[in-house]
């Protein structure tokens, strides 16, 4: 199940970034999607969820009301909007999303929150 993550990078605190995912190989209207992300020694973090639809959304405390999933079915695209971005947010950020019982990842891509 290819998921390519798109749009990470270097950003000064109190920017703003938006990642992309492109999915294939299922029928990608009928799943939730989510992104998680992973800091340097830490331990993957549940980030935000969409459902499939688009219509509920969940976020992770750290990161609610700056934060924002959305999703194009018609694109097979899932985004996640970046704003005030922190230090804290330095991460490889992956899309995810879970196919019969099984969870499947994309390669990551890295966000870097430094001045």
């Known amino acids: 199940v290819p998921l390519v993550e798109s749009g990470g990078g270097l950003m000064q605190p109190g920017g703003s970034l938006r990642l992309s995912c492109l999915a294939s190989g299922f029928t990608f209207s009928s799943y939730a999607m989510s992104w998680y992300r992973q800091a340097p020694g830490k331990k993957r973090e549940l980030v935000a969820t969409?459902?499939?639809?688009?219509?509920?959304?969940n976020y992770a405390d750290s990161v609610t009301g700056r934060f924002t999933i959305s999703r194009d079915n018609a694109k097979n695209t899932v985004y996640l909007q970046m704003n005030s971005l922190k230090p804290e947010d330095t991460a490889v950020y992956y899309c995810?999303?879970?196919?019969?019982?099984?969870?499947?990842w994309g390669q990551g891509t890295q966000v870097t929150v430094s001045s």
């Open positions: 969409i459902s499939s639809g688009g219509g509920s959304t």
């Open positions: 995810s999303t879970d196919l019969f019982g099984a969870r499947f």
